[in-house]
């Protein structure tokens, strides 16, 4: 019966009595997802951190192109790039205190947490930096500031996004 519905929903064929004996009517049935789209054990923050340090790095890439081409649009883009790492860095902390209580998360991992707190305080840093005319918006205490970051989540991301450890499943 999954042939022609590649999802994970039950169909059930449900004859039903017809008035008119000569009219065979079928009924489906459907019935939700068996599984939740979350795993309850999986935490949620590190999907979000990794979603925001991409934004955060591309950061770079924007300013970058900007110094070389004066093209003002792309420090429009920059920070609109830091907007999006910041909101998204925030979830991640969010999403990180509902892992801890929901025990999806047993302890955190110290060093990576530090890092990614500072490469959030320096993009909010670059973010007050940004706000600025648009030629020293960028260079050079834009470039600096999300060089560092870039740096640094690139190095953090080797690790992993995940700031805690999962419980043992003892």
């Known amino acids: 019966m ?7 929903d039950v169909i059930e064929r ?41 934004l955060l790095v591309a950061v770079l890439v924007t300013d970058v192109t900007y110094a070389n081409t004066l093209l003002f649009q792309w420090e429009n883009f920059s920070i609109w790039l830091l907007t999006g790492g910041l909101t998204l860095a925030a979830l991640g902390g969010v999403a990180l205190v509902l892992d801890i209580l929901s ?3 047993a ?20 973010a007050f930096v940004h706000s600025r005319d648009a030629y020293t918006a960028v260079v050079p205490q834009g470039i600096v ?3 560092s970051v870039a740096t640094l989540l690139v190095v953090i991301g080797l690790w ?9 499943s003892h």
């Open 2 to 8: 999954n042939r022609h519905f590649p999802t994970n």
């Open 14 to 54: 449900v004859p039903r009595k017809s008035t008119d004996p000569s009219v065979l009517r079928v009924g489906l049935v459907l019935q939700s997802f068996q599984e939740a789209p979350i795993r309850p054990g999986r935490p949620l923050h590190p999907r979000l951190i990794g979603l925001g340090a991409v």
């Open 103 to 105: 025990r999806r998360v």
């Open 107 to 126: 302890r955190i991992e110290w060093v990576k947490f530090t890092g990614l707190a500072v490469a959030a305080m320096l993009s909010l840093l670059n």
């Open 145 to 147: 500031l999300s060089a």
């Open 160 to 168: 992993g996004w995940s700031v805690g450890t999962p419980p043992s």
